[in-house]
């Protein structure tokens, strides 16, 4: 259940906005419910009883991981930060060392609560996260589309902008949802909503569609709509975003504007051959000698 939606449900119920509030952090203190936050709003779950009764059995300091996994979502915690936080928590004993929390992670791995996963390119790091999340992908290293597949990201934007004139507006969710019924997506099993916001984002900055804000009842939404002064409306006519190196980068979250770093900008060989081919695409023919 969305923020918005369990607002207008306690509302309906005559439940005190700070009540609410209270009661949902302490359902989510004692692993009875988990919230997932997103970029623009957060989703509630009924967590499954038995792994609610799991967490009571290691103590709270396994209640205390959950409930900051849980709110990590898809970039989870490094293992130390996550040790750290639990005993910063105030939740558990001052006494508690890192050793027994150490051990409560190792039993949430063994219960099936929690998993663990190695960062791209670094194979000494341990990222926890709940075990039914996929990480992101400036932790996976997953991109959604490879080398040769720009053509693929014509097709996208092509796609979205044929379904908002026929829609004239919708959401992101929406648009995502009519793509999927089209071939578009067939050879992207894991197109997700993240996904479809990196194209709609592009679409926005390479003047394709408009975004705007839709208020009902108080529950705002973004909306997109084609951009009707935008002559150029085919994807691939476009020099795309996408097709800068760092947009599928594995190892991009690590890079630094640091001429000193091992992965920067300034030593990055694929982003200086990107650049040296764009600006002899874009550089007029040289006039001949006479």
Wanted: glycine share 6%; with cysteine; proline share 4%.
């Amino acid at each position: 259940m969305t923020q918005a939606a369990m607002n207008r449900a306690c509302k309906e119920a005559g439940i005190d906005i700070n009540k609410q509030t209270l009661a949902l952090n302490e359902m989510v203190s004692n692993g009875i419910i988990a919230k997932h936050t997103t970029v623009d709003t957060c989703v509630y779950q009924l967590l499954d009883s038995n792994n609610t009764m799991q967490l009571k059995n290691l103590g709270i300091e396994a209640i205390v991981a959950y409930e900051l996994l849980t709110k990590a979502g898809s970039m989870g915690l490094h293992k130390d930060q996550l040790i750290k936080a639990v005993r910063d928590s105030g939740k558990v004993p001052a006494s508690t060392t890192k050793q027994k929390v150490a051990k409560v992670l190792d039993l949430m791995l063994n219960d099936k609560l929690v998993k663990t996963i190695k960062p791209s390119g670094q194979k000494a790091v341990q990222i926890y996260m709940l075990i039914d999340l996929e990480p992101h992908h400036s932790i996976s290293g997953h991109a959604w589309f490879d080398n040769g597949q720009e053509n693929l990201v014509s097709e996208l934007f092509d796609g979205v902008v044929s379904v908002l004139r026929t829609e004239r507006y919708g959401t992101m969710d929406k648009i995502l949802e009519n793509l999927r019924r089209t071939d578009t997506l067939r050879s992207l099993p894991s197109f997700g909503p993240d996904e479809m916001q990196q194209v709609i984002d592009a679409m926005i900055l390479e003047g394709l569609i408009v975004t705007f804000n839709y208020d009902h009842d108080g529950d705002s939404q973004i909306l997109y709509k084609p951009n009707m002064d935008q002559q150029r409306v085919s994807g691939c006519q476009l020099l795309s975003l996408f097709e800068v190196p760092c947009g599928r980068c594995p190892i991009r979250a690590q890079c630094r504007m640091d001429p000193v770093s091992r992965i920067s900008p300034q030593s990055c060989e694929y982003l200086t051959n990107w650049m040296a081919a764009s600006t002899t695409k874009q550089a007029p023919a040289k006039p001949g000698r006479m």
